[in-house]
């Protein structure tokens, strides 16, 4: 149980152009899923937080125009990269937050991570 | 001083080794911790979960949170080199919305 899947996986695009990533939870409901980006070597970072039916809530320095997430329904969640550059090249992962898991609660499981790059 | 602080490593064992995680938490309220473990280019696994003081074990993972000292670690027995990863910790108090992710301590187990 408590699969998250992502799609897609990876995704090559010209400068300018809009990239949407689909982040599902496949067997869980999800009212609470996150969406982090990872530099190579580097730590994870968080990027919003979207809880379904409001608006996403969005960590300093990022900037909501650019990253449009909208999460519809307790199982959907989409980030939309907007006019993407190549500093944007980067490793996106959501990550989905059950009420009860397997063994507590809160638990947090992420997507496989989409990988785009922008040239 | 950082919420969540994991030494960075890397850190390094012999095969068949104890390979012990540290994490120390900056926020009293803490209930939820949590240990990851992410390969090289994936995305993190949840491998662990711990709510009370004390020990946890599943398999070779053991969990240790002790909320007074603001301390949680993870113990890996038996070290594989398969568990050469990179571990993070994370932490949520009830209030939060998110949990809040150290940056990881990079582990690799020599055969």
């Known amino acids: 149980g408590a699969v998250v899947s992502q799609h897609p996986s990876w995704v090559i695009c010209k400068s300018g152009t809009s990239v949407k990533i689909e982040c599902r939870s496949l067997d869980f409901q999800a009212t609470t899923m996150f969406w982090y980006r990872q530099f190579p070597k580097q730590s994870l970072m968080l990027m919003a937080t979207s809880n379904e039916g409001s608006k996403a809530t969005y960590e300093q320095g990022v900037e909501k125009d650019k990253f449009l997430i909208n999460h519809a329904s307790l199982t959907l969640s989409t980030l939309t990269v907007t006019s993407a550059h190549p500093e944007d090249s980067s490793f996106y992962i959501c990550?989905?937050?059950?009420?009860?898991?397997?063994?507590?609660?809160?638990?947090?499981?992420f997507g496989p991570g989409t990988r785009l790059t922008v040239l | 001083q950082k919420e969540v602080e994991q030494n960075s490593g890397p850190l390094s064992v012999p095969e068949g080794a104890i390979a012990s995680l540290n994490c120390t938490y900056s926020d009293r309220v803490s209930q939820s911790f949590f240990w990851y473990r992410q390969y090289s280019g994936k995305s993190p696994e949840l491998i662990m979960s711990i709510y009370s003081n004390g020990d946890k074990e599943d398999g070779r993972f053991t969990a240790q949170l002790n909320k007074a000292s603001q301390y949680v670690s993870l113990l890996i027995r038996d070290s594989q080199p398969s568990d050469s990863a990179t571990y993070l910790c994370a932490v949520k108090n009830t209030n939060a919305g998110k949990s809040t992710f150290g940056d990881g301590t990079t582990l690799t187990v020599k055969p």
């Open positions: 990550s989905a937050r059950t009420l009860s898991g397997r063994a507590g609660y809160n638990e947090q499981f």
